[in-house]
């Protein structure tokens, strides 16, 4: 493919990705990120998959893949705390942090600009356009849509692009190990899990911030998946401020009156160790749950990549690994054609049916789920 000036919306590893992929193909690349100061310390950990190991040795990062830690086994908790199975399961888990300073630093710094938000993007037979939530313009041969769950890309292909909510949220919480009392010392090592009619939890070990390995600098995080009474996400993501957010509500945003109403909640309904780590939180976040299914994922000069094109649901680990695939199998494609629209239809071709098996396995798990 012939030198492209190539404009990602949305810096996350999606975008960092192709940015970096397509910068070292040669082509002219910026990546532009709404958020005003970054993305670092958003993530907490991730089960590593082929399609995310086979980008990091491309990208030349491969050994972020082995700083992990190791959970030994799972168990299944008792309501009453007693364990009511174990499973010789060994699994890593990545910390998300670590990957992402990781992965961002092969990327050319005036290449990533952040506070950029963009508002619109306007194709045309020669290119598309891009316009900023300032008014101002630039022009691109390809845009790739990176820009995740409320991606402003993917309406501009998709005629119906909401992202339908699951009926359920996840709470989430990521503290220090050490802060976990001794008698909840059981949830280190091993993957732990609650599930009965209604109540699925479980909680892992993932590394420190900076990649952190050693006992006593991990952390842990646990996850609750709770339904939504009637689907009422505007006062779930209701901020203690009064803010209101669209998908989800973040660490510190949450009121002492419902923190404490998830403490008690987590004390009358689940085992007592994942009860003490759910109360070693003091400011836990709620993921809302959400799915969506591009029915195109390309035009003649834009593309969606990672959750822009599928949102797929947690349960399936799966989401930055299909997001590495996205781009690896765009990159193949640009690099087998001259020809921009033709090479974006194989992509397409290819990654449809993809995201499609993922989001309806996520469905599946979720539903066994809750």
Not at 115 to 136: M, N, T
Not at 236 to 259: C, H, K, Q, V, W
Request: glycine share 10%; proline share 4%; charged share 20%.
């Amino acid at each position: 493919m012939k030198r492209l000036r190539i404009r990602i919306v949305g810096g996350s590893l999606a975008g960092l990705f192709a940015g970096i992929l397509f910068q070292r193909d040669g082509h002219d690349v910026r990546i532009y990120e709404r958020s005003s100061s970054g993305l670092a310390g958003r993530g907490a950990g991730l089960v590593g998959q082929r399609d995310l190991f086979r980008i990091l040795r491309v990208i030349g990062c491969e050994h972020v893949a082995r700083v992990g830690v190791v959970a030994d086994e799972r168990i299944y908790f008792n309501r009453d705390g007693s364990i009511a199975e174990r499973l010789a399961t060994p699994q890593m888990q990545i910390s998300w942090d670590f990957l992402y300073s990781t992965v961002a630093s092969h990327m050319t710094a005036d290449s990533y600009m952040i506070g950029h938000p963009i508002d619109s993007v306007v194709e045309s037979l020669e290119g598309a356009q891009i316009i900023f939530a300032d008014g101002g313009r630039e022009e691109a041969d390809l845009v790739i849509g990176a820009d995740g769950l409320g991606s402003v890309v993917r309406p501009l292909l998709n005629r119906d692009a909401s992202n339908r909510f699951a009926g359920y949220v996840a709470w989430r919480g990521l503290v220090p190990e050490t802060a976990l009392p001794q008698e909840a010392a059981i949830l280190l090592d091993r993957f732990a899990f609650y599930i009965t009619g209604g109540i699925h939890v479980l909680g892992y070990l993932v590394p420190g911030p900076h990649g952190e390995t050693g006992r006593g600098e991990r952390r842990y995080n646990w996850v609750w998946y709770r339904p939504v009474a009637g689907n009422d996400l505007r006062t779930e993501f209701t901020a203690a401020d009064g803010r209101i957010f669209d998908y989800s509500l973040p660490r510190g945003a949450l009121s002492d009156e419902r923190l404490q109403i998830l403490q008690k909640d987590a004390l009358s309904m689940l085992p007592p160790q994942l009860a003490m780590a759910v109360e070693a939180e003091p400011q836990p976040s709620i993921q809302g749950i959400f799915d969506f299914e591009a029915a195109k994922m390309v035009s003649a000069h834009m593309a969606l990549v990672g959750d822009a094109a599928f949102v797929v649901r947690p349960h399936t680990a799966m989401g930055v690994s299909k997001a590495a695939g996205d781009v690896l199998a765009l990159r193949e494609a640009l690099m087998g054609s001259d020809d921009l629209p033709e090479a974006l239809a194989r992509y397409e071709q290819e990654r449809l049916p993809v995201g499609k098996y993922i989001a309806d396995y996520g469905r599946q798990l979720g539903a066994s789920a809750l």
